[in-house]
């Protein structure tokens, strides 16, 4: 009988789940947002605030967290969007377009509930203006510094061809 006592709570044992919690970093909750809103249509971009934008400015960089606030639970998310949408679109087809990507990758990258999507409109630009306004410093540092190096080779192209005809003008007075 002993040994059906053992055998009972080997079994009891073996099906007990370990214990432990999954949680997730704001910054992956904002990652899954910022990957998710990529291709909205509508959508050009989310504002990050004045340092973000700062810094943005500065750099290039293309952080997909910037201007996407969290509150994340153990089962639940909300979001909080400041975005800049085009001119021409609507911003109620925008949301819901917000709503469904968003409620779709946090449900499949993390089973959370997606509870709450708070957007505010921050800009309405057109397309063209948007592109103007996301040329940084490093982009135009970048810039002029090709053009300098274009302008330079052409320079010692120039250079080296006037020589080379000099010296084949001498080479001709000389026979």
Request: proline share 1%; net charge negative.
């Amino acid at each position: 009988m002993s040994t059906e006592t053992k055998t009972t709570q080997n079994t009891a044992t073996e099906n007990r789940q370990p214990k432990g919690e999954l949680t997730f970093d704001d910054k992956v909750i904002q990652k899954v947002v910022g990957y998710a809103i990529e291709n909205v249509t509508g959508l050009l971009g989310v504002d990050g605030g004045f340092v973000a934008n700062i810094k943005n400015k500065i750099v290039n960089t293309d952080s997909p967290t910037d201007g996407i606030g969290v509150e994340v639970g153990k089962e639940q998310v909300a979001v909080d969007l400041n975005i800049i949408m085009e001119y021409g679109h609507n911003a109620h087809d925008i949301y819901k377009q917000l709503t469904e990507v968003i409620t779709k990758q946090v449900r499949e990258t993390t089973s959370l509930t997606l509870v709450e999507l708070n957007v505010e409109v921050v800009d309405i630009q057109t397309q063209k203006e948007f592109d103007a306004s996301q040329t940084s410093l490093q982009d135009r540092v970048t810039d002029a510094g090709r053009t300098i190096k274009e302008k330079t080779s052409d320079g010692v192209d120039a250079v080296k061809k006037t020589t080379s005809q000099a010296v084949n003008d001498d080479d001709n007075r000389v026979k």
